[in-house]
T-cell receptor
Framework: GENVEQHPSTLSVQEGDSAVIKCTYS??????FPWYKQELGKRPQLIID?????GEKKDQRIAVTLNKTAKHFSLHITETQPEDSAVYFC??????????FGAGTRLFVKA | DAGVIQSPRHEVTEMGQEVTLRCKPI?????LFWYRQTMMRGLELLIY????????DSGMPEDRFSAKMPNASFSTLKIQPSEPRDSAVYFC????????????FGSGTRLTVV
């Protein structure tokens, strides 16, 4: 079955620094690559996504890059703020709905 | 739209009791998913429906778990009898893949079985 790995599992950065989280997957049929953010005690929420025909997508301080050949995609957060502190999940998907969630990366942004 | 609505938000029950979790998906979404989240196992897919029909229930832990979707606006996840190891947060999510906009999760039900 699909194998999804996220690295690192925990990331601590200083406010204003950048953070990068990488997700590797095994199923070459995956064609949709979202990232979810889950704050403590809340629901996971979609923050950015990319389709397989695009290499990069940016939305203000967050961006996602995709390397389909190498089967990995990454979340980039620039100018981090304390409110970025959360757990981030990658969720490579194929067929529009067959999704496997990564184990999550806990991001701490120190003020 | 009010989003995906789950009830109850919290449930505390005694071992052996029946527990029913409820979910109302976003109108027009044709996929509905039930997930369980624990610290040890992360987000686990239990079952998903397409157009009210169960498609894959291979994630349902055992026969004590059952799920139904009698119509497009309502789904239930039932645990009977409940056990302490069922304690977790249960999320319902819905999606409309033709729009490719990912999942919208409900607020979750925090279940504690004592």
């Amino acid at each position: 079955g699909e194998n999804v790995e996220q690295h690192p599992s925990t990331l601590s950065v200083q406010e204003g620094d950048s953070a990068v989280i990488k997700c590797t997957y095994s199923d070459s049929a995956s064609n949709y690559f979202p990232w979810y953010k889950q704050e403590l005690g809340k629901r996971p929420q979609l923050i950015i996504d990319i389709r397989s025909n695009v290499g990069e997508k940016k939305d203000q301080r967050i961006a996602v890059t995709l390397n389909k050949t190498a089967k990995h995609f990454s979340l980039h957060i620039t100018e981090t703020q304390p409110e970025d502190s959360a757990v981030y999940f990658c969720a490579p998907t194929y067929g529009g709905f067959k999704t496997i969630f990564g184990a999550g990366t806990r991001l701490f942004v120190k003020a | 739209d009010a989003g995906v609505i789950q009830s109850p938000r919290h449930e505390v029950t005694e071992m052996g009791q029946e527990v029913t979790l409820r979910c109302k998906p976003i109108s027009g979404h044709d996929y509905l998913f039930w997930y369980r989240q624990t610290m040890m196992r992360g987000l686990e897919l239990l079952i998903y429906f397409n157009n009210n029909v169960p498609i894959d229930d291979s994630g349902m832990p055992e026969d004590r778990f059952s799920a139904k979707m009698p119509n497009a606006s309502f789904s239930t996840l039932k645990i009977q009898p409940s056990e302490p190891r069922d304690s977790a947060v249960y999320f319902c999510a819905s999606s409309f893949p033709d729009r490719g906009n990912g999942y919208t999760f409900g607020s979750g039900t925090r279940l504690t079985v004592v």
